[in-house]
């Protein structure tokens, strides 16, 4: 589609579509300084902060609900050289912090975007708590040197918390941000600026913001389980742990302007999604004794290996899925386990045998695999799958059972962009107008994601796309009234 | 506050009028009619469906097409209007989210009191003109939560 001027006629609105239609039957035309596309945390960062720098700012959001994934987000966000850590005397340092993201990365990640991630991550713990988000708890997540993990201190989950504090600074300031308004265009002129978006609502109707500057911020893909199996075919038959909204429509959009595209391949996995629900299972639950049998009542793999590895074992088996098995021992154990309660994901048997009847198991075949377990555990030594880490046994009823299949958690390819957060074309050159950030970008987390990472990823670039785009639109309002 | 989405200051400040107006408003409303068939073809002629809530709001409660919509009758993308009058009637999620735990088995999957609020518009959830969806349900696909107004099971 190759569309360089705004539309003002053309086939009636009913019959839109994204690839029929010669041209857009246009409902009115707006204009703006920037667009922010996505309001997720990246989007909802960038939208206040240029804002604030004086921009007229449009936050376009395709779902019904603002807040992305990021309002999902249970973990936490990394930052180093925080007020909260010097306050616990944690010896921490962006550099630390750039070392362990990059080896988490497995190196291929782009050095100079993880450099800004680190340096700029406690001055974005402080701009979240400026607007009213709570980040001075501190604990720590696989992968990370020190304790650097911000989040509530009082147990609300972290994603939850900043995305309520960014909405209400939106509502207090008189943010414009939209719901159920799709951008299916940006434009780019014959000079290869961009120069606006086209915008479809939920009645069908088709609009056009004129801006010199837009956003990227519309998150990854993974929800979109068509795309995730053409970059990763290994991953076919996953299920997907993201809000609805997260099918990477971004992509195409930054793609179709000439966007470079990175790092596509790889996706990050989880093996443990509750099946029939896009909650996670937390890995706790298997490090704190928890064991994995299929829908026959057998163990199937060493439950501590590697995510991929754990999650292609649970494939095999027959329907794709397994159960968690449990006890009350480890239920005590771990907190989060009351939570699976409240959710209705679990399922109890007073005996080993109730509990395989109630999933449709040979009972005897289920109790031996307890018993064999058992034995395994008292001897520390698993002779059949060489689990190296047995905390507890399985014995104390009622016993637990959740349903589990692996889920597409975060992918980390996505838009190149640079350290001012243009989105790159494929000779490296910035596109002018064109920026992005979060989940829709591809460098900063390079091969794999450190859990805590991307909410820090969400603000710092959120930021920097935000200021940035608001001193490109101050600049590009003055050539135009000289122009004039 | 409650019921808002990001960005709506104005229907922000008419909230709190509303609020204040919704037990009144409540007992006023009148008992159990059936919609007439005229004013059901009315909602199905405007808006291409015979699911949603306008039915109840039109048949049983009487109300006008602009009770909802208000005199401009165009929603805008975020369809301020119209959750200002849900709110004006059933309530903020303050009211709703201890009203809906009192009647659930359950108290911890609560619609009104979720993760997502409390800025989460009612409109999200609730259609007028077409089959309502728990947004839940998305993530939560173990979920029952029945919707009031859809006609088909």
Partial sequence: ?484 | MQVQRSGFAAALISLVGAVVLAAGAQAAAPKAAAPTPEQAAAVTRVAGSTQGIALSHIGKLKLECKACHGERMTPTDNETTENAACVACHGSYDKLGPQTAAKLKNKNINAHASHLGPEIACTVCHAAHSESKAYCVNCHTNFVMPMPGNTKK
Avoid: C
Wanted: zero cysteines.
């Fill in chain 1, 1 to 484: 589609m190759k569309r360089r001027t705004f539309l003002a006629s053309g086939p009636a609105a009913g019959a839109l579509s994204l690839f029929g239609p010669a041209a857009w039957a246009v409902s009115r035309k707006e204009t703006a300084d920037v667009v922010v596309i996505g309001s997720g945390g990246t989007g909802l960062t960038a939208g206040l902060t240029a804002q604030a720098d004086g921009a007229k700012v449009i936050v376009l959001e395709k779902m019904p609900i603002t807040g992305g994934n990021t309002q999902l987000a249970a973990g936490g966000m990394n930052a180093a050289d925080t007020r909260f850590q010097a306050q616990r005397k944690i010896a921490d340092s962006w550099r630390t912090m750039y070392d362990d993201t990059m080896k988490g990365g497995k190196n291929i990640n782009d050095p100079a975007l993880v450099e800004v991630l680190a340096k700029n991550s406690a001055a974005s713990v402080d701009w979240l708590s400026s607007i009213g988000a709570d980040m001075s708890g501190v604990g720590r997540m696989a992968g990370a040197s020190e304790d650097r993990t911000h989040r509530p201190a009082a147990g609300d989950a972290v994603g939850h918390n900043i995305v309520h504090a960014m909405r209400q600074t939106a509502i207090q300031r008189k943010l414009d941000v939209r719901t159920n308004s799709r951008v299916i265009k940006i434009f780019r002129n014959r000079a290869g600026r961009v120069t606006g978006v086209l915008v479809q609502n939920k009645f069908g109707e088709v609009y056009s913001i004129e801006a010199p500057v837009v956003i990227l911020a519309s998150g990854g893909f993974s929800a979109d389980l068509a795309r995730v199996a053409q970059y990763q075919p290994s991953y076919a038959g996953f299920s997907s742990t993201n809000q609805p909204g997260a099918t990477g429509d971004g992509l195409d959009l930054g793609a179709e302007v000439g966007g470079q595209l990175r790092d596509m391949q790889h996706i990050q996995i989880h093996p443990t999604q509750a099946a029939g629900s896009k909650i996670l299972i937390t890995e706790a639950v298997r490090g704190n004794g928890a064991i994995l049998v299929n829908s026959q009542g057998k163990r199937f793999v060493n439950e501590l290996t590697t995510r991929d590895a754990a999650s292609a074992a649970i494939l095999a088996q027959p329907g794709g899925t397994a159960y968690l098995i449990l006890d009350q021992d480890i239920r005590k154990s771990l907190k989060q386990i009351e939570g699976y309660y409240h959710l209705e994901l679990v399922k109890e048997g007073n005996t080993p045998e109730d509990l395989a009847r109630t999933l449709g198991m040979d009972p005897a075949t289920f109790k031996a695999t307890l018993d064999t377990y058992n034995s395994a555990q008292a001897a520390k030594k698993d002779a059949e799958f060489g689990r190296p880490d047995m905390p507890r046994p399985v014995k104390t009823g009622p016993f637990i059972a959740i349903g589990v299949r692996p889920g597409v958690h975060y992918t980390m390819g996505g838009l190149a962009i640079n350290t001012k957060a243009q989105v790159l074309d494929k000779d490296g050159k910035p596109i002018p107008g064109l920026y992005a950030g979060g989940e829709v970008t591809g460098g900063v987390h390079g091969a794999n994601r450190l859990g805590g990472n991307s909410i820090s990823e969400t603000i710092t670039f959120g930021r920097i796309a935000g200021a940035e785009a608001a001193k490109e639109a101050r600049a590009a309002r003055a050539t135009s009234v000289k122009k004039a």
